[in-house]
């Protein structure tokens, strides 16, 4: 099994997507997003779950716009954990399980164990490839599973699943009330081995049998709006997603106004979330984040586009990485973000191997903006709300800057 990173920070498993953290976030699809500690720099990697075959938990409910409280992070004992794990496997029951109930009544909202299997995926995750069937869904806060999106070409799509429909049972286990981290599990398995979905949806229940399939997806795609605005859309910031939104800014004709599309993004590597924020600035503080009550900071490169007119879309999935993304470039003055209120995961993971070979990522501290904003719980609300129609919103305001007849 490959050594642990040094540290994990999660700011959340990556909801569409996979769970995926140099780290877990996308590796077991948690969604949730995460992160962890690349070797370069030390630098954390990030958080959230966000390749296919992931989602997120729903969040609890966001507060009314204005400042938000900073709130200390439930997290789990590290030693109790690895006790409860030694013990169990001394008397031959699963180590993983006893540490995940332990972990469960800490209070630690975003505190997940995996076992060898979960983990040693995380390295084909990272590089957005990973075995399942092409799906990304969300825990309501009625317990039900719901389908977010299907990747296009997965199995998934071609047995025509969609998204809103409601996940009912994986292989006939109900998957109500289950952690999405749990739903993920099940859904992920061995290239060619079957998996048995029953669902619903406003025209009755139906009962598909996909075949897991080693999927890819590609992090950044652009496209050119007319008027001379580019499109840069990132669906996870899993390993090179930084450096080609650096390309794509580069490459956008000069004056051009940019949107960057993070919406539904559920993290992936705090590393390239950087890289990503370096596109449109000048070096600087990107975000800040404690590690058991040791302050630490993350700072953009030089060179960065700065005058280039630029809007932020977010939404709901917004999560991790992707909101500290956002946070930045909103702090620093630097973009304008449009759409509706992020997910608000900002807290921070480390992993911590138990006996059995079995891995907890418990939750250590938080990180903020700029300009200190603790996005945990809250989010990050957008300067200018727009639900449907968030393009032409985001037109306008590019029109205000200068961009366009």
Request: aromatic letters at 4%; proline letters at 6%.
């Amino acid at each position: 099994m490959p050594g642990l990173p040094a540290s994990c920070l999660r700011p959340r498993d990556l909801r569409r997507g996979a769970a995926l953290t140099l780290a877990f976030i996308a590796a077991v699809g948690t969604a949730a997003s995460t992160g962890c500690w690349d070797r370069a720099d030390a630098v954390s990697v990030v958080a959230g779950a966000g390749l296919a075959d992931a989602g997120a938990d729903a969040p609890e409910p966001a507060p009314e716009p204005g400042p938000a409280a900073p709130r200390e992070a439930a997290t789990a004992d590290r030693e109790a954990v690895a006790r409860a794990a030694a013990t169990a496997v001394a008397e031959g029951k699963s180590g993983k399980k006893a540490a995940q109930e332990v972990v469960s009544r800490s209070g630690d909202r975003w505190g997940v164990v995996y076992d060898r299997g979960e983990y040693a995926a995380f390295a084909a995750e990272l590089d957005g490839r990973w075995t399942g069937v092409g799906l990304w869904a969300g825990r309501r806060h009625d317990g039900r599973i719901e389908i977010d999106e299907v990747q296009p070409g997965s199995p998934a799509a071609r047995a025509g699943l969609r998204a809103g429909d409601r996940l009912l049972s994986i292989d006939g286990q109900s998957v109500t009330g289950l952690r999405v981290a749990d739903v993920v599990a099940l859904l992920r398995g061995e290239a060619g081995t079957p998996v048995v979905l029953h669902l619903t949806r406003d025209d009755g229940d139906l009962t598909e049998t996909l075949r897991r399939e080693q999927l890819h997806a590609e992090p950044v795609t652009v496209r050119e709006l007319a008027g001379g605005i580019t499109v840069i859309k990132v669906i996870s910031f899993t390993r090179g997603s930084g450096e080609r939104v650096r390309a794509a800014v580069r490459a956008a004709p000069p004056g051009a106004g940019v949107m960057l599309d993070l919406r539904g993004n559920p993290g992936g590597l705090v590393t390239e979330a950087v890289t990503a924020a370096s596109a449109f600035l000048d070096g600087g503080l990107v975000a800040t984040y404690d590690v058991r009550g040791t302050q630490r900071a993350l700072y953009a490169s030089p060179g960065g586009d700065t005058a280039r007119p630029l809007v932020t879309l977010v939404d709901g999935g917004t999560m991790s990485a992707a909101e500290l993304v956002t946070g930045a470039l909103q702090d620093r003055g630097r973009a304008v973000a449009v759409g509706t209120r992020t997910f608000g995961k900002g807290s921070v993971q480390m992993p911590t191997q138990l006996p059995d070979g079995s891995v907890a990522e418990l939750t250590v501290g938080t990180y903020r903006t700029p300009a200190g904003r603790s996005l945990d719980g809250s989010g990050i609300t957008p300067d200018l709300a727009a639900g449907d129609g968030v393009e032409e919103r985001a037109r306008t305001v590019l029109g205000g800057l200068g961009v366009g007849p």
